[in-house]
């Protein structure tokens, strides 16, 4: 494979004019700049990344860090993140961390290294103390005491807009299914938005939450009806808990939306082919990819943000089961 | 941020000896090396990754080409090939090629460069005069004339097993429901080992085939449905087929499993929480990764394969349409 070196012999140039052109960096006077990538095309030269990332010290590499990729929401996700980064001319590095704080902090570390030039994370570890501020990081859902910029959808919004949609349907007496994660997460402000709603409304409603991650799924649900007949709505953290419930509701005789009507939060059915089609809130996941990248790159390029969290709209999509 | 020669310097060794400790190669005396571990915590000196790629000329990156990660069977194959890939200290790139060969044939070049030490792809492009052979590349699915290693899952087999399945569900004329793509795909397998087994068993049959991608989707069921009113079993090439056939079915009166029984193909429901649960000829996402990132790293040292396709056992899953 043919060098630098070649091609600044074949052009008659030093090899920083070269360096100058491929990097468009510096003044080159056009009739050298010519010959130069005249020499590039005879020679069939391949600038080295490597080598080049090596004198610049900058990657334009962004990792991302997700639980799993594997799980319809963080899949679309990382489908527009990879988009929008590729229009920038960033890679993505994807890191399933299986929620390991460990596997998080190398990421972090690479960062600190220069491997990668930002991370977008997804955590609900407790990782605040390894994580400085001002570097390159933007979290999504997650926020931070420390002025790490998060992007998230409008969870008070929509668990608002939920317990409207459930009473409009019908609902008088609505409960919240949900979890509790041992740090701040600002999936918590779903409940706190459905509760605010209920009071302003004046619903009676019930709050029915277990720390995250459940130990027993059966005894949950079980707990869950036995404990609260008189229910006949349920706003559900996640599509997941909401699908799960009326699996469970089912096999107790409890028919959706007859008996109780069901909302969810997240819209990760994308075609109508499986059956419930969950109402749900629906996360706006295209606008969050990219505002996660677009104010990602931003930090990199050492801009300061004007706000600590970003929220983005969400929209009610009505399903089968209201 | 301190440097190697810092840690030299306070060491009191030369750089040499302290790239030797780093990188554990060549002889450094007990009583040295335990001076130099002194120095780098000392220091908190942290190895810089990109300087050490340069000087080594290769990568511990690998690029996963996919048509989408938004997709259940793609982000399953990404979350066992990076779980895979980390247990072996790479990190995985991740790509969607949006089926385009030019951004495929990007990363090809990136691996030419030493950016990437391999590439494992999903495509279903005819970029085969562009990818040379005895390069780092495993084709998932996709089998290349030339020495391109390929995984995939059992698909003659996997036909086979379907039609054995919906006669014994009790169907008397079973229907092959797919598409054929331009190159020769590994998937074309699934038709024949149905059409191979129908004639085994002497059962009447239909293929009934659009070229992929489908035009209009409308059109290709509604055509079906109408040229193919004696059909009682439908084999569909995947799941996603198979589940858009039952909802057409559905809208012009054809019961399932009741009128046809359906086995679809892919597996990618994996939790049993909408309906209809598919009845599946299950792809052993889990072992194909594996089994291709094995593979990708032997490739990588140099070693020469055995085989030019591997293929690895399907399972079929009842589920609730047959």
């Known amino acids: 494979m ?3 070196k070649d091609v600044a012999s074949l052009a008659g140039v030093a090899v920083g004019t070269v360096s100058r052109v491929i990097n468009n960096t510096g003044a080159v006077k056009p009739v050298t700049r010519d010959k130069v990538k005249a020499a590039i095309e005879a020679l069939n030269y391949v600038p080295n990344e490597v080598a080049r990332n090596f004198k610049m010290q900058r990657s334009k590499m962004i990792a991302l860090l997700l639980p799993s990729i594997w799980h319809p929401f963080f899949s679309e996700l990382a489908y527009y993140i990879e988009d929008e980064l590729d229009l920038e001319g960033f890679k993505l590095m994807l890191c399933n961390s299986g929620g390991k704080p460990e ?7 690479m960062l600190k290294q ?4 930002g991370v977008i994370g997804i955590t609900y570890n407790d990782i605040e103390n390894s994580v400085s501020t001002d570097i390159p990081i933007i979290s999504i859902d997650r926020h931070f005491n420390k002025k790490i910029t998060c992007v998230t959808s409008d969870n008070f919004e929509g668990g608002r807009v ?11 007496k609505p409960a919240f299914l949900g979890t509790v994660t041992s740090v701040y997460s600002e999936t918590m402000l779903r409940r706190e938005g459905f509760v605010h709603e209920a009071k302003a409304l004046g619903v009676p409603f019930v709050v029915y939450e277990e ?3 459940i130990r027993d799924e059966e005894q949950y649900y079980n707990t869950f009806l036995q404990r609260h007949k008189d229910i006949d709505g349920v706003f ?5 808990t909401a699908a ?5 509701a089912k096999q107790a005789g409890i028919r959706v939306p007859e008996d109780v009507k069901v909302i969810g939060y997240d819209g990760i059915q994308d075609h109508p082919l499986f059956h419930p089609i969950l109402s749900t809130i629906r996360q706006p996941v295209e606008e969050m990819a990219r505002a996660a990248v677009r104010l990602l790159l931003k930090k990199v390029e050492g801009e300061t943000l004007d706000l600590e969290v ?7 999509r009505e399903g089968e089961t209201t």
């Open 236 to 240: 559900a953290i996640t599509d997941m």
């Open 162 to 172: 939920a317990l409207r949609e459930l009473v409009k349907a019908g609902a008088k």
């Open 103 to 109: 596997k998080e902090l190398y990421y972090f570390d």
């Open 310 to 316: 970003y929220r983005i709209p969400v929209t009610y």
């Open 244 to 248: 799960t419930y009326i699996e469970k």
């Open 114 to 117: 220069n491997k990668v030039a």
């Open 211 to 213: 720390p995250d991650p």
């Open 2 to 4: 043919s060098s630098i």
